[in-house]
């Protein structure tokens, strides 16, 4: 058994993931009501990564900020602008392919008990209050705005500490990590569950009559994934993007689909940086930071069925107020929870500018979470992939700098 179980560890993870998926899948569609208890490995896994997630960042971050030597370079700057500039540009095709594609909704959905923020105000004052809560409060809640704040305010506090501190720090790190890739270890058995769960309870016919929706959204999340960003990454570090990109999307696209959630593969993205060897002292910071502000994926959400509302409406924009709702999604997508989800909710906010009724908007709510089965693993996956993406880009680019 232990033999089969290290023979079991030895293949690469991707493909044990898919032996997992072809598994729940053909349970799904064969005998699901004889095997529904496994659901609960599915939840299992996304529980288990969620809790070691903050502070796993916590920690990564403190140590990062900590033990950083002064006058060693990082390259956080370019990150940050390349994480503004995707965002922007994922916002402005969406906007485009809307033009091209237009797509109406049927509205007859009842929207979900949730609450929508009431304006950008509301969003950016979440924002600081986010910040300055309580760390304590932060932890329990994976609010990672919060978690950043602290870890970076404790970092420069304990930059002065001595090296028996600092040596503390960096084991807890190290041993948080190594919990972390345990738990990564059952990922084929968790996404067996959660493909299961999906396929069993929400059915492919579910999705039939929002198809054309399913596919403008995904082929729009695929465009910026497969040629936006790979053109962003040739700009800044002029060599071929693909290996990065392809890399980004196999190692860390495929778990960020089926766990939906940005936070929780805060862990697979660490890994990975490590693995391409890229600089601790700016992977640390930038990979948990992506998790909350990098949100290609849902200023595509966000614009795409926004315009899909108007459409239905019959609404008329014009191009200036097209570019406030780029500019719109681009700011709301970085206040997008990094859970499943969270960027529906900041739909009726851009609605709102487009004289949209908050009934008709929630409406549209509803709507995506019934295709969010599909559309949030494709959101996730790019959004977090990404987080990789520029941060290896923005350290190619220094290396080509400094030749």
């Not at 501190?165 to 807890?172: D, E, G, R, V, Y």
């Not at 919990?179 to 059915?203: D, K, N, R």
């Not at 909350?292 to 959400?301: C, H």
């Amino acid at each position: 058994m232990k033999n089969l179980f290290i023979k079991w560890n030895s293949i690469n993870l991707v493909n044990r993931i898919i032996v997992g998926i072809v598994i729940g899948v053909v349970l799904a569609l064969t005998i699901p009501e004889t095997v529904s208890g496994i659901t609960i490995l599915g939840t299992l896994f996304i529980s288990a990564l969620k809790a070691v997630a903050p502070i796993l960042v916590f920690v990564l971050v403190i140590n990062a900020i900590a033990s950083h030597v002064k006058g060693k370079a990082t390259n956080m700057k370019t990150v940050l602008l390349l994480y503004a500039v995707a965002t922007f540009l994922a916002g402005f095709v969406a906007v485009v392919v809307s033009y091209i594609f237009p797509t109406t909704l049927t509205l007859k959905t009842v929207a979900q008990d949730v609450t929508p923020p009431s304006g950008i105000l509301e969003v950016l004052e979440t924002l600081l209050f986010n910040i300055v809560t309580n760390p304590v409060s932060a932890l329990l809640n994976a609010n990672y705005l919060g978690i950043l704040a602290w870890a970076v305010v404790l970092g420069i506090a304990l930059k002065g500490a001595n090296d028996s501190t600092k040596a503390m720090i960096t084991n807890l790190s190290d041993a948080i990590t190594k919990i972390v890739q345990w738990v990564i270890s059952l990922a084929p058995i968790g996404i067996m569950g959660i493909v299961f769960e999906a396929i069993s309870t929400t059915g492919i016919s579910a999705l039939a009559e929002y198809g054309r929706l399913i596919v403008i959204l995904v082929a729009t999340m695929f465009f910026v994934a497969l040629i936006v960003n790979p053109l962003i990454v040739f700009v800044v570090a002029r060599r071929n993007p693909y290996p990065l990109v392809l890399t980004s999307l196999k190692e860390s696209g495929i778990t960020a689909f089926f766990t939906r959630s940005s936070a929780a593969n805060i862990p697979v993205n660490m890994a990975l940086a490590e693995k391409l060897k890229l600089n601790k002292d700016t992977y640390a910071v930038s990979i948990p930071l992506g998790a909350t502000i990098n949100m290609a994926g849902a200023a595509i959400t966000i614009s795409i069925l926004t315009m899909a509302a108007a459409h239905t409406l019959g609404i008329e924009i014009d191009f200036f107020t097209a570019v406030v709702l780029m500019v719109l999604s681009a700011v709301s997508a970085a206040g997008a929870s990094g859970v499943a989800g969270g960027s529906l909710l900041l739909i009726p906010l851009a609605c709102s500018i487009l004289g949209i009724s908050d009934d008709i908007a929630m409406q549209v709510v509803a709507i995506g979470f019934i295709i969010g089965v599909i559309q949030d693993s494709c959101e996730t996956a790019l959004n977090s992939s990404s987080d990789i993406v520029f941060t290896a880009a923005a350290e190619y680019a220094n290396e080509r700098k400094n030749k």
